[in-house]
């Protein structure tokens, strides 16, 4: 099975920088997927990390330690718009996806 | 552009009663999932197909079946629903089997069992 922890809620100021950490213990291991979920929407796919090291995509970046079974995901220059859930995801060895509860992201002006 | 189209959006439904929500997609995705949400336990996934005709149990199948009959449609069925079954239900598919690296969601089944 998988057990996968991230903070339930984080807040940050317009403009600044935040690390949603997500630690993960699986019983296999195809990769590690992070999702954005507005309130009332459906997830929607922001990043896909299976080695170890840093993927950057525009205002987002992820970060894989496949060793210390550890991720994270920075958001830089927050918007109002960024303010929604970030759901951290593992893939087994059978590709299933299980997810963590779920980090709630507020960005206040 | 549909994408994946889940039906009904919002139910409100009799405990005992049999449910049936419904999944389908046009991308042609071989592996299809159906994901349980409630609040402070993410995303569950229940039952998933990884290609047509071929369906497994996921974290929480029990009370759920699911059938893939062609590659388009997935639904899901509550036999005898009760209120613990009070969710949202998102449909999922991946191209082969998520490692593509994305899985697309629909927009969510809200089921209210009373």
């Known amino acids: 099975g998988q057990n996968i922890d991230q903070p339930t809620e984080m807040t940050a100021t317009e403009g600044a920088i935040v690390q949603i950490n997500c630690t993960y213990q699986t019983s296999g291991f195809n990769g590690l997927f992070w999702y954005q979920q507005h309130a009332g929407e459906a997830p929607t796919f922001l990043s896909y990390n299976v080695l170890d090291g840093l993927e950057e995509k525009g205002r987002f970046s992820s970060f894989l330690s496949r060793s210390k079974g550890y991720s994270y995901l920075l958001l830089k220059e927050l918007q109002m718009k960024d303010s929604a859930s970030y759901l951290c995801?593992?893939?087994?060895?059978?590709?299933?996806?299980?997810f963590g509860a779920g980090t709630t992201v507020t960005v206040r002006a | 552009i549909a994408g994946i189209t889940q039906a009904p959006t919002s139910q409100i439904l009799a405990a005992g009663r049999r449910m049936t929500l419904r999944c389908t997609q046009d991308?042609?995705?071989?592996?299809m999932y159906w994901y349980r949400q409630d609040l402070g336990l993410g995303l569950r996934l229940i039952h998933y197909s990884n290609t047509a005709g071929t369906t497994g149990k996921g974290e929480v199948p029990d009370g759920y079946s699911v059938s893939r009959a062609n590659t388009d449609d997935f639904p899901l069925t509550l036999a005898s629903a009760v209120p613990s079954q009070t969710s949202v239900y998102f449909c999922a598919s991946s191209e082969s089997g998520g490692n593509t690296g994305e899985l697309f969601f629909g927009e969510g089944s809200r089921l209210t069992v009373l």
């Open positions: 995801a593992v893939a087994d060895s059978d590709y299933k996806l299980s």
């Open positions: 991308m042609r995705h071989n592996a």
